[in-house]
């Protein structure tokens, strides 16, 4: 299908133009928020949980839950967030990283290869270094309506091997960052929860460097998107449907992506979830 005259873009694009079309938009790099566990990509332990975008604790008992992407932290989706929207009994919850095969009942920190940054006490667990069941001060303790962050720094060199791992709270850096060794097949995004009643609400991916200050992620559909016409957002943004009525060649649908294509991101793609009744959709780009 040929776009109209007038479109000429600098971006990625996606073209709808039959009735009922409907893609899922998958984003490679970009510096707004990412949510990685749309599709089924996570895992949870038998005491924690995922609706939506909410993750919590399960059952009762002395026994922790985790929730675990299943993606590894990249130089260009380094870091993560989330938001407390139930302290539950100990505000026991911990954010950060592990290696692929850490346990689903194990707080991040507690075991070799994973540190973590826990809410109710303000301490680092780190395996490697700490060696202790007590961890050690670190940050402030965090409660409901604190975001909690955990990223990872591939761009400064501290060894081969090796990389540093910060942590944030409400945006701001805690602490310095700590070195870790990063395992074979890269470091996961994990979430530990402690005690009955907690939930946390996963805010997404982003890229951030260390010792930066950011503004609360946009998970609205314009922070993908620049410009649409004649398509509708789902889920965030990243599910597009086709509203148009399909009876001649101008009634297009399409929605140009808010990024350019670089050296570091330089890939995109789309899931076709329903072809609607012709089928007919394209992707590309355009020059500016």
């Not at 009643?197 to 922070?223: A, F, I, N």
């Not at 101008?250 to 294509?261: E, H, K, S, V, Y």
Request: aromatic content about 12%.
């Amino acid at each position: 299908s040929r776009p109209p005259r007038e479109f000429d873009v600098a971006t990625p694009s996606h073209v709808f133009a039959s009735q009922n079309a409907r893609v899922w938009y998958v984003r490679v790099a970009m510096d707004v928020a990412v949510k990685l566990h749309t599709k089924q990509r996570y895992c949870t332990g038998l005491k924690s949980e995922v609706d939506g975008d909410i993750f919590k604790f399960k059952g009762e008992g002395d026994a922790v839950g985790v929730v675990k992407i299943l993606e590894p932290t990249s130089p260009m989706l380094n870091y993560y967030e989330y938001e407390i929207i139930d302290r539950g009994e100990k505000c026991a919850i911990g954010i950060g990283v592990g290696e692929k095969g850490y346990p689903l009942d194990r707080m991040p920190g507690w075991n070799a290869h994973s540190i973590g940054y826990h809410a109710d006490d303000g301490r680092l667990f780190h395996h490697d270094e700490c060696g202790s069941a007590f961890g050690k001060p670190f940050g402030p303790t965090s409660t409901v309506g604190d975001r909690m962050g955990c990223g990872v720094d591939f761009d400064t060199d501290v060894g081969y091997g090796y990389v540093n791992v910060f942590f944030t709270r409400n945006g701001e850096q805690v602490g310095e960052p700590i070195k870790m060794k990063r395992p074979l097949h890269g470091l996961y995004p994990i979430v530990g929860m402690y005690s009955v009643g907690e939930k946390v609400c996963y805010l997404g991916h982003s890229r951030r460097l260390p010792y930066t200050v950011m503004q609360p992620m946009d998970t609205s559909p314009w922070s993908v998107w620049l410009r649409s016409n004649g398509v509708r957002f789902l889920d965030d943004g990243l599910t597009l449907e086709y509203c148009g009525e399909g009876l001649e060649a101008r009634d297009i649908g399409i929605a140009q992506a808010n990024f350019r294509l670089d050296c570091s991101n330089h890939y995109f793609e789309m899931e076709i979830l329903s072809a609607g009744k012709e089928g007919c959709m394209a992707i590309g780009l355009a020059k500016s």
